[in-house]
T-cell receptor
Framework: SQQGEEDPQALSIQEGENATMNCSYKTSINNLQWYRQNSGRGLVHLILIRSNEREKHSGRLRVTLDTSKKSSSLLITASRAADTASYFCATDRDKIIFGKGTRLHILP | GAVVSQHPSWVICKSGTSVKIECRSLDFQATTMFWYRQFPKQSLMLMATSNEGSKATYEQGVEKDKFLINHASLTLSTLTVTSAHPEDSSFYIC????????????FGSGTQLSVL
């Protein structure tokens, strides 16, 4: 069964705006990861945040983790057309389980 | 970064035939590889975990006799869809975890299987 669930399922924003995606999960985790998938392709690892971390940055990406609420957010700042993709959170306990994903569309 | 090569990218086959999909880690050794199935606009569903030199561990509901997995070396895992039927049509993706165990997964580019 799926562990994580992303919100929203789909998001369309103007280029240059910030995009925020959320992920909620059900059980305790070792870490939470965010991946990106372009249509019809494999996934690319974006960032990993451990259960004892609260925030992490990587370039235009900012990830937060709230273990008390069992939730994480991914913020993409100054969005670009090339950011159009599906974004998945994945939680790691005994194995890595993916959420349903958020389909992000950046409008030119 | 680490590269995982998955082949073929797409395959069309007749119902009843078997299809083999290869997943290779090109520049690192992978003790563990994972096979996923993905339907359009859906998430990745883990099918099985493949460990080098041992039998694969299948997720509940996945038929091990239908989806044969072989992990013969530290750089190669194969998934064979046996006696494929139209309902097996899907996007199959492999991923690999490196020996360094840095918890990241490196993904192949996926295989689109269409069974006629």
């Amino acid at each position: 069964s799926q562990q994580g669930e992303e919100d929203p399922q789909a998001l369309s924003i103007q280029e240059g705006e910030n995009a925020t995606m959320n992920c909620s999960y059900k059980t305790s985790i070792n870490n939470l990861q965010w991946y990106r998938q372009n249509s019809g392709r494999g996934l690319v690892h974006l960032i990993l945040i451990r259960s004892n971390e609260r925030e992490k940055h990587s370039g235009r990406l900012r990830v937060t983790l709230d273990t008390s609420k069992k939730s994480s957010s991914l913020l993409i700042t100054a969005s670009r057309a090339a950011d159009t993709a599906s974004y998945f959170c994945a939680t790691d306990r005994d194995k890595i389980i993916f959420g349903k994903g958020t389909r992000l569309h950046i409008l030119p | 970064g680490a590269v995982v090569s998955q082949h073929p990218s797409w395959v069309i086959c007749k119902s009843g035939t078997s299809v083999k999909i290869e997943c290779r880690s090109l520049d690192f050794q992978a003790t563990t590889m994972f096979w996923y199935r993905q339907f359009p606009k859906q998430s990745l569903m883990l099918m099985a975990t493949s460990n080098e030199g041992s039998k694969a561990t299948y997720e509940q509901g996945v038929e091990k006799d239908k989806f044969l997995i072989n992990h013969a070396s530290l750089t190669l895992s194969t998934l064979t869809v046996t006696s494929a039927h139209p309902e097996d049509s899907s996007f199959y993706i492999c991923s690999a975890e490196s020996l360094t165990g840095n918890e990241k997964l490196f993904f192949g580019s996926g295989t689109q299987l269409s069974v006629l």
